[in-house]
């Protein structure tokens, strides 16, 4: 019997659908993850260009839309585990450029952004409450990396009850192994799996 043979027997991999008022979560697309030299590689480039589209679409749907950025006080005195396991998340800081989110994908009046020490966009956050203040029941997720923040907001996004969607050509990965094998964990429990143009044509349909 094959992996996906297991699944199937015991019933995972079913879909949740997007429910009536879906939203859009950008997570951590700022210039550090953009850089190969930095945080980035891999497909995260690729998947940073197709986020455009999706954006550019769900300002026209009128969708709430979140970004999150990962923020370090200067002084260091809200560092980690995190900032232990790789270090090099202690240079990200409210003004350092590295932390801004890329100028493609700038947030505009309106939209909400988060600024998290932790892994998940919901953590230690008002971002799930800011959701449920727009009538939100759906979270397409987007950003980098699928095997870190983007899962970690996936599991917490499902936590809150959200019906969930990874949104696979816009979410990227410093290499391509851990990401091909946390999409389809979470296709198996947390989350549909569908790319932006067939998230584009569900919403749209509706």
Known sequence: ????????????GNLS?????????IVDFVNGFADPEQFGGGNIQDA??????LLAF????????ASTRVVYADDGSDNG???????????????????QIIDALAPIDGEYV?????????FGTNLAAWYISKGVDTVLVTGCTTSGCVRASVIDALRYTFKTVVVTDCVGDRAIG???ANLFDMGQKYADLLRADEVMAEISSH
């Open 48 to 53: 940073i260009d197709k986020t455009v589209d």
């Open 58 to 65: 769900a300002r026209a749907q009128n969708l709430p839309i």
């Open 178 to 180: 851990p990401h091909e």
């Open 1 to 12: 019997m094959g992996d996906l043979d297991v699944y199937e027997k015991q019933n995972f």
């Open 17 to 25: 659908g997007i429910g009536e008022r879906p939203a859009l979560l």
């Open 81 to 99: 585990v995190f900032c232990i396991k790789a270090p090099g998340l202690k240079g990200l800081t409210e003004n350092a450029p590295a932390s």
């Open 114 to 122: 988060v600024r998290k020490t932790q892994p998940s966009g919901f």
